[in-house]
């Protein structure tokens, strides 16, 4: 999409016509609110993060019937016009986003004094999920799995980090939070990465992330963005390095084991309560080598391993250049496989999978939150219809 067709502020941010109260929590249908003719009813709760924003599932009406599902993700009320003026940005950006990897956005909305993305709905779970039910199994995902959703994502990145503005300067978007919660598998088998919401860019006119603020999840952020450096699309390049590593092995690089681990001194916060406090975070990322992602990976081919190893080089100069780079690397690995791996196949694995974590589940009584993270129900953990 060209600057022509990117939405004015007025576009993007209307007054929702409301037409009846409802509570977004419900997990009946409610009208939520009508844009044009099309009015959207929220059915439940797929998400609520720490900084207080919440992602609804909601149903899409036509005049002549319903039209799918959407997301609507309801934001924290920007509480100045600097911040009023970043999310309308941040809404900019996304729809010029377009690439079969990347979750589409398509409206923003104010309802109740609260901003409300509307963006495509994508019917799977998020690999956070994916992972927790992997690590319930004790059984990570097949290296076939692993190596086919990252570098399904390797390439949404490329799109988003070669990106141009109408007078073909690039906008320097940074996704600055690649983490497991922000990637889905659809039951199909497509791969979607969603919320660039602590996207960085060199969009003219940008209005800029307070300094000392970090965005995103920072148990999955780059040693340089930790540290507030100079970054590049090298930085999401990191974050896709730990992402794989999780898949693979159902650990992370910076899994605590030792409480007494020494705390860094910082002068950062962040914008939702990390996993792991941020002074505990960084001085980890401080001390990490090569031999702790070895000792990690250890059992694994050498091929993932090399992956893995440059991705997660601390000098950005060490890394994959360039997303299509560490696409290419692990489309290879993937061809050298003994079977074809594809969207058909990651579909039959994430079925499996789902039906498996289904029995489990219904076996154990789980007590803590995280494992099933977006509300995944039993009857949702069963295997999609075989679709010819």
């Known amino acids: 999409m060209t600057d022509d067709s990117t939405p004015t502020d007025e576009a993007l941010i209307e007054d929702a016509t409301p037409e009846n109260s409802s509570d977004l929590e419900s997990a009946r249908p409610q009208l939520q609110f009508t844009i044009e003719t099309t009015t959207y009813e929220t059915i439940r709760a797929l998400e609520r ?50 690439h079969p990897a990347i979750a589409q956005v398509h409206h923003l909305k104010i309802h109740a004094d609260r901003p409300h993305v509307i963006a495509e709905y994508v019917d799977g779970p998020t690999l956070d999920t994916i992972i927790s039910l992997a690590t319930m199994r004790e059984k990570p995902l097949s290296a076939p799995f692993a190596l086919y959703i990252a570098a399904e994502v390797a390439d949404a990145l490329h799109h988003a980090h070669t990106l141009r503005d109408s007078e073909n300067r690039p906008l320097g978007i940074i996704h600055r939070d690649v983490a497991p919660r922000n990637i889905r598998v659809a039951r199909s088998g497509e791969v979607k990465v969603t919320d660039f919401g602590a996207t960085y860019s060199l969009m003219v006119g940008r209005e800029e992330t307070p300094g000392l603020l970090l965005k995103g999840d920072v148990a999955y952020a780059s040693p340089e963005y930790l540290h507030r450096k100079p970054m590049d699309g090298r930085s999401d390049i990191f974050s896709l390095g730990l992402v794989l590593m999780e898949m693979l092995t159902c650990k992370h690089l910076f899994d605590v084991e030792d409480e007494k681990a020494p705390n860094a001194t910082v002068d950062v916060k962040t914008e939702e309560t990390p996993s792991v406090p941020l002074t505990q975070m960084i001085a980890l990322v401080n001390r990490y080598r090569p031999e702790d992602v070895e000792n990690v990976m250890a059992g694994l081919p050498d091929v993932l391993k090399a992956i893995v190893h440059k991705a997660l080089q601390r000098k950005l100069s060490e890394r994959y250049a360039t997303a299509a780079e560490m696409r290419d690397a692990l489309r290879a690995a993937l061809a050298a496989e003994s079977q074809p791996f594809g969207r058909k196949e990651a579909s039959e694995e994430l ?37 010819e």
Do not use: W
Request: net charge negative; proline share 6%.
């Open 49 to 98: 993060r720490g900084n207080g924003e919440v992602v609804l599932l909601a149903e899409r009406h036509l005049p002549h019937g319903l039209a799918g599902h959407v997301t609507i993700k309801r934001l924290r009320n920007p509480v100045t016009f600097e911040r009023c003026q970043r999310l309308i940005e941040e809404v900019q950006l996304a729809f010029r986003l377009h």
């Open 351 to 387: 079925a499996r999978m789902l039906s498996e974590a289904s029995v489990l589940r219904d076996r154990v009584e789980l007590d803590e939150e995280g494992i099933f993270p977006e509300g995944l129900d039993a009857d949702e953990a069963t295997p999609a219809p075989n679709e």
